[in-house]
């Protein structure tokens, strides 16, 4: 058994999340970590809210609310929808709690004893019209060294360079549209140069990482520079040094804060279960491994910055130091980044309405028919396109056709003819093919979600489902009324199938496996759920005000990841189908509901 850490990217509680949001990071990260705990594995799933930085200013402003107020709300919309997803969160906590602050200020006071904290005067960011910081990311130009006219102020998406907002030409707020005006402060930076040879030497070891992770974070290294972690606000974590902590208005910065949550959240989910020193086991373990799930623009926080914070905070950078009293902590295994996903054509923008949240989606149609598009359409290793009209034929000709139609023939007929899961004769040739097919596709499939491939894993279940309907079709059980024994034989060689192949979609599809569980006579809980629990801050400190919602479960039963067999004489009702066929005329209307 190992330890393995699933680690998500942190939605930012400025708004609902969009279908693109969990196509990067959520949906990806929770098929493996269902794989990962049917494989016998000790698997921690976390993240929480971001709720930190001048954007939730912002949209607090334009609600009327206080920044704490406006985090709140939207914190508790995420946790609903990621739970109505299904995505099995061990902890899914926010930043605003005081165990947060204090874990984010442990790590400072660590790093900035070990040297890699430095204090200098900078220009900063500042929007005219409000007085506030902007953030590095909330402000957009033309890169000076490639020319891109789309370049954030803290990176080019185009040539990867790392930036800052007063490189870029012609620099305008994202916010507002407004110029920034760049002002002189006193603030605190983390020496990166100072990490460049360790990070290079770590980066070497990352064999079997995604390509454009790996490239895209060695061309980082070539121009490392010190990167800004504070900024002038009043919303955020305290700087706790003398002459600082008790300053209205200076805070981290947001992006240092959040990346620190992976840990803290498995500080508060260590506590919460009742074991408060339980969290070591992933992160001091030499043998635990971390898997981090995000988009592609937040590569280099999750490649390069959390990982040279980690190292400084165990005194591993170009000034040595020793490790604080969190000890020395393990790096990222892997980086798993999805590129971007976009709707008919254009890039998701809640701003210009070409957007659908998981709220939304989800009110019309069913989690698993959106987790199956994502598997099997998503942006994995390229950008890709969600169209309706995509959504619709994959849903019926796939999901309904194919391995709904599977299901629902195959039990019906043994339903109808026996009443209970036959008792099989004789295999023949045929049926011990199509057996051996489904045994064997536990170890493609599984092979393949190991190493993140989930588009190639449903690609390989979908293909075994087809196997399944062909045999079935081959067959023809419905002809052999006559022949009552060799009808048991195909249609208990079906639903071994079927068995076999509930197993291996629940990670992928875990609503209708549990669904498939009960139709095949199952009992219990089969492909278990997360569940919303309202609790209260453990600590005073942060920034909660009165009870919230975190998302938790309770995963310790799942199935094994292998082939079980059926038990004859299981009692089989008539099914109802387990996917919902979609009319055509839903394109139309989603298209109007979106140019609307």
């Known amino acids: 058994m190992t330890h393995v850490l699933t680690a998500l990217a942190w939605p930012y509680a400025n708004g609902p999340r969009h279908i693109g949001h969990v196509a990067g990071f959520g949906v990806p990260a929770d098929v493996f970590a269902r794989y990962m705990r049917m494989r016998g594995h ?145 603030h605190f930076f983390l020496d990166l140069p100072a990490f460049a040879e360790a990070l290079n030497a770590w980066l070497d070891t990352r064999t079997g990482w995604r390509t454009n992770v790996l490239r895209f974070t060695k061309n980082l290294l070539d121009e490392m520079h010190p990167r800004p972690i504070s900024r002038d606000l009043d919303w955020g974590v305290p700087i706790p040094l003398e002459g600082w902590a008790d300053r209205p208005d200076k805070r981290l910065y947001v992006w240092f804060d959040a990346v620190i ?185 599984g092979d393949l979600i190991g190493a993140n491939k989930v588009r190639a894993g449903i690609g390989e279940a979908m293909k075994t489902v087809a196997a399944a309907n062909k045999y079935l079709a081959d067959t023809a059980p419905w002809k052999m009324k006559e022949d009552p024994k060799r009808q048991g034989t195909v249609l208990y060689t079906v639903l071994q199938a079927v068995s076999d192949l509930k197993t291996i979609m629940s990670p992928f599809l875990p609503h209708s496996s549990q669904r498939v569980h009960e139709l095949l006579g199952g009992e219990g809980v089969f492909a278990p759920m997360p569940y919303i629990e309202e609790v209260a801050d453990l600590d005073e400190g942060g920034a909660t005000d009165g009870p919230y919602p975190i998302l938790t479960g309770d995963y310790s039963d799942v199935p094994k990841w292998e082939s079980v067999p059926l038990v004859p004489g299981t009692v089989l009702e008539k099914p109802v189908p387990v996917f919902t066929k979609l009319e055509p005329s839903i394109v139309d209307e989603e298209i109007e509901r979106l140019n609307a």
């Open 261 to 445: 949550g992976y840990l803290s959240a498995t500080i508060e989910w260590a506590r919460r279960s009742g074991d408060p020193e339980a969290w070591k086991r992933w992160w001091q373990d030499p043998e635990a491994v971390s898997y981090y799930f995000m988009g592609k623009d937040n590569i280099v926080f999750h490649s390069e910055i959390w990982p040279a914070m980690l190292l400084g905070a165990n005194g591993e950078g170009a000034k040595g130091g020793e490790p604080g009293s969190l000890g020395t902590l393990n790096l990222p295994t892997e980086v798993v980044s999805s590129e971007f996903l976009t709707m008919e054509g254009k890039q998701f923008s809640s701003s210009r309405r070409v957007v659908i949240y998981v709220r939304d989606f989800l009110e019309r149609y069913s989690p698993d028919a959106l987790r199956y598009y994502i598997c099997a359409a998503g942006p994995e290793n390229q950008d890709s396109d969600f169209t309706w009209a995509e959504f619709l034929r994959r849903n019926n000709d796939e999901l309904v056709a194919g391995w709904g139609n599977l299901v629902n023939r195959s039990i019906a007929m043994a339903a109808k003819n026996f009443g209970a899961v036959p008792e099989p004769g004789e295999l023949e040739d045929v049926d011990r093919e199509l057996l051996a097919t489904t045994k064997a596709a536990f170890d493609t499939i």
């Open 42 to 186: 000790d698997v921690l799933m976390v993240s929480g809210t971001d709720e930190h930085g001048t954007p939730i200013l912002v949209q607090a402003d334009a609600e009327g609310l206080t920044a704490a107020e406006a985090a709140a709300k939207y914190n508790r919309i995420i946790v609903e929808d990621l739970d109505a997803l299904g995505l099995s969160y061990d902890l899914f906590t926010r930043t605003t709690t005081g165990n947060h602050y204090k874990t984010v200020q442990e790590l400072f006071t660590t790093l900035h004893a070990n040297g890699y904290i430095l204090q200098q005067r900078t220009l900063g960011a500042i929007s005219p019209s409000t007085g506030r910081t902007l953030p590095d990311r909330y402000i957009e130009g033309t890169c000076p060294h490639c020319g891109f006219d789309s370049a954030r102020g803290d990176q080019c998406d185009n040539c990867g360079r790392q930036l800052d907002p007063v490189d870029l030409i012609d620099p305008k707020s994202r916010i507002n549209g407004e110029t920034p005006k760049f002002v002189e402060e006193d």
